[in-house]
């Protein structure tokens, strides 16, 4: 094969896998908004705060030693053990659990059956609490991610793909970071499991009925506060896996937040409300903004990616107000 | 008549308490402890305060004058600096030191028209060099040209010193502090023979595979880097993903801290960077800031930074002003010095090895001599390299000089461009 052709597919490929580092993102911002019309202006910090956590907790950094030292005069930073990750893990998990109930009890609980609007400022102040919640419990220092995924570009498939073009090309073979390919991997698993606790559990049913109407549901019985516990806890858990993909590329940092820009063309073009259009239009993004990114950018001096996924989005909100798996909106008179 | 005497009272004592007293020395600190560049605001920030808080407690202040330290958060946001400068220079600000590009353009016409030094220390705007057209305006030891130069006097170094053919590529932060390079890079490529090639990477940088996926397929030689933030991380991290010899990458002295290469782990072994002071904490004036400073719990931050990359800037940045302080002083016969007189200071500063072995920090940088037409300093810089496995950055080279014959054009040409556009008339110097 042409090494130009191989070059292309390259590209494609890992825009795909770029996409869908984008979707688990996308995907939590989704979840809230499916189930309860909220859209959550924190999730990005929520990834953030998950992967704090789960770093602070691995590492044995005691939680607002800062703030210790500094009322107690004492020099306290570690508690002098490493958790394994999986434990980590799961203590980070329980620790979003118990900010889901937090929340709801503090916040939510107080907003039912509010507008849209009011419950979206209430997540744009979440958003800046939890981000110096954050600062002052786990400290602003950048931190390594590790927690055994493996990354960096693959030999493997180097030495597959190198044999496609001419041996007196120069070709070297096709790069794919291992670590996209474990994202790939648990983003189908996710979203998979997500698909059939919505659509084939009860609890999902009921999800889908709090979101349509907060009094109706709550009119046949359907406990409200325990829907949102519930489904701000998957939101925390997949800004977990968010945190622990991103934070692996980039170290873990208050830069973090900021990966929600990123999901916002994949929701506008995948709709708000679907699961699977939060993959979808993340595969589109990525793809889209990688190509535009390597023909088009040499041509207008380079840097589109970012601004050319909010005009694809742009583009396809025009034709597809809805996205593409979004709930088609229908207005009678 | 007693409630209002007492209301009064109150808040004449928290004016009282909140504004240095009369006498004092002020250096505003605009840092940024918040938002997604506190990671390197903080060291910075952390140096420049515990410097300060040592010549109080070690020596009583600057020639017996206490200095005060006003800090005012930024958050690396152009605005918030701009209201940081016009919130504090009224209080006798004697230099400000704004630690962002994009704050020092704004402050430029501002802290000219009003009398105060700004010093832009290896940042900022690099024609500002030119005294005569910058006069308020001090940006040594060395500029951005300088670094670019420098790297590339380095590359010839190791290239036996022919470029011919060879392809250079620039990774920069899309914005005016990463664009600052370019024509210096290009004027070189012309002089030397080698091609550049430049992928712009825009604000954060979080996602930059479609530039790595570029450089993997064009191969370039060497790869420099003008970054800030996560763009720095990411770059050395995708670098080490692509396995481009990280010996053979060279980001500037902004894309040089440790936050920058300990995510990436044994990948960002062999990483360079200009450097334009020393690094590590072997320095006696160290052992003076723990003693007086950390340990007797007078530290601005936790004291964990001492001897990191930037904490060590912060700490220089702070020197030079104590330094040009007390040039101020004996050239003007008074303590009790005001910003136009830090000024002068600032241009008559002379630091020379003695002296830098005086303060104890013996060969921490170049030797420096700044003159009314010189404002950038000699230009010098040092290659430092990255050992993942001890996690220490260390200078792998001298202090060497910058390209002079390409880079004193190109600031002739910039400032007299913005003297024209300003409106402003150069001032005379003696040489």
Request: charged fraction near 15%; aromatic fraction near 12%; proline fraction near 4%.
């Amino acid at each position: 094969m042409n090494p130009e052709f191989l070059y292309f597919i390259e590209t494609v490929l890992n825009g795909l896998m770029a996409g869908v580092m984008y979707s688990l993102v996308a995907l939590g911002f989704a979840l809230i908004f499916k189930a309860s019309g909220i859209f959550n202006f924190a999730q990005g910090v929520m990834a953030l705060f998950a992967a704090l956590t789960l770093v602070g907790l691995q590492t044995g950094q005691v939680p607002f030693a800062h703030l210790i030292n500094a009322i107690f005069g004492t020099q306290i930073h570690h508690f002098g053990w490493e958790l394994p990750a999986i434990i980590a893990i799961v203590g980070t998990l329980g620790v979003m659990v118990a900010f889901a109930y937090l929340f709801e009890g503090l916040v939510l609980k107080h907003l039912v059956n509010q507008e849209p609007i009011i419950l979206f400022m209430a997540t744009i102040g979440l958003a800046y609490f939890l981000e110096g919640f954050g600062d002052l419990m786990w400290g602003a220092n950048i931190k390594a991610m590790d927690v055994g995924i493996p990354s960096g570009g693959s030999f493997w498939w180097e030495d597959v793909t190198r044999t496609w073009a001419p041996e007196d090309s120069g070709y070297f073979g096709m790069y794919i970071d291992k670590l996209d390919v474990v994202a790939a991997i648990v983003a189908l698993v996710l979203v998979s499991a997500l698909v059939a606790f919505s659509q084939y559990t009860k609890f999902g049913r009921a999800l889908r009925a709090v979101a349509d109407d907060h009094q109706a549901a709550l009119s046949v019985g359907i406990s409200l506060r325990t829907i949102w516990v519930v489904v701000w806890s998957i939101a925390g858990f997949v800004a977990l896996v968010a945190g622990i993909m991103w934070g692996a590329k980039s170290g873990v940092q208050f830069s973090l937040s900021l990966i929600a820009l990123k999901a916002l063309p994949v929701l506008i073009l995948g709709g708000f409300t679907s699961i699977p259009g939060a993959i979808v239009g993340g595969l589109i993004i990525g793809v889209g903004e990688k190509l535009a990114e390597l023909y088009i950018g040499p041509l207008v001096g380079g840097a589109i990616e970012n601004w050319f996924a909010y005009v694809v989005a742009l583009v396809f909100l025009l034709f597809r107000p809805q996205g593409l798996f979004g709930e088609r909106i229908i207005e009678r008179v | 008549m007693r409630l209002k005497l007492l209301v009064a009272s109150a808040a004449a004592a928290v004016v009282m308490s909140t504004a240095p007293a009369l006498a004092d020395l002020v250096f505003p600190s605009l840092s940024y402890r918040t938002g997604p560049y506190a990671p390197n605001g903080i060291p910075f920030a952390d140096g420049y305060a515990d410097y300060f808080t040592l010549i109080n407690e070690r020596d009583g202040g600057i020639e017996g004058q206490k200095i005060t330290l006003l800090e005012c958060e930024t958050g690396y946001n152009t605005e918030k600096g701009v209201e940081c400068y016009e919130s504090t220079k009224g209080q006798g600000a004697l230099l400000y030191q704004p630690l962002s590009t994009g704050i020092t353009y704004q402050l430029i016409p501002k802290a000219t028209a009003d009398g105060i030094p700004v010093h832009s220390m290896g940042y900022g705007r690099t024609s500002a060099a030119n005294g005569k057209v910058f006069p308020w305006i001090f940006n040594y030891p060395g500029t951005y040209w300088d670094a670019a130069s420098i790297i590339v006097k380095h590359i010839l170094d190791e290239e036996g010193g022919d470029l011919n053919g060879k392809k250079i590529a620039l990774v920069y932060h899309n914005s005016a502090y990463g664009k600052e390079p370019i024509r210096t890079l290009e004027e070189l490529a012309a002089k030397h023979g080698y091609e550049l090639s430049l992928y712009p990477v825009d604000h954060p940088g979080q996602e930059q595979k479609a530039t790595w996926l570029q450089i993997r397929r064009d191969q370039p030689n060497y790869v420099l880097m003008w970054g800030w933030g996560v763009m720095n991380q990411v770059a050395i991290q995708e670098a080490a993903n692509i396995r481009y010899p990280m010996d053979h990458f060279i980001g500037v002295w902004w894309s040089a801290s440790e936050n920058d290469v300990l995510p990436a782990g044994d990948g960002a072994d062999g990483y360079k960077a200009i450097a334009f002071h020393g690094v590590g904490s072997d320095f006696p004036l160290f052992d003076d800031i723990q003693k007086y400073v950390i340990d007797a719990g007078k530290a601005a931050g936790d004291g964990s930074h001492l001897g990191e990359v930037l904490y060590n800037r912060g700490v220089y940045a702070a020197m030079l002003a104590v330094e040009a302080a007390r040039t101020a002083m004996k050239l003007h016969d008074t303590t009790d010095i005001t910003p136009a007189m830090m000024r002068d200071g600032m241009e008559a500063l002379v630091l020379d090895n003695a002296r830098m072995a005086e303060l104890g920090i013996p060969d921490f940088g170049p030797e420096i001599n700044v003159t009314c037409s010189n404002h950038g300093g000699p230009g010098l810089g040092a290659i430092s390299q990255w050992d993942a496995s001890s996690k220490t950055w260390s200078l792998v080279t001298d202090f060497m000089g910058a390209d002079r014959e390409v880079v004193d054009p190109l600031i002739m040409e910039d400032s007299a461009a913005y003297a024209q556009e300003a409106g402003i008339e150069p001032v005379a110097c003696g040489s």
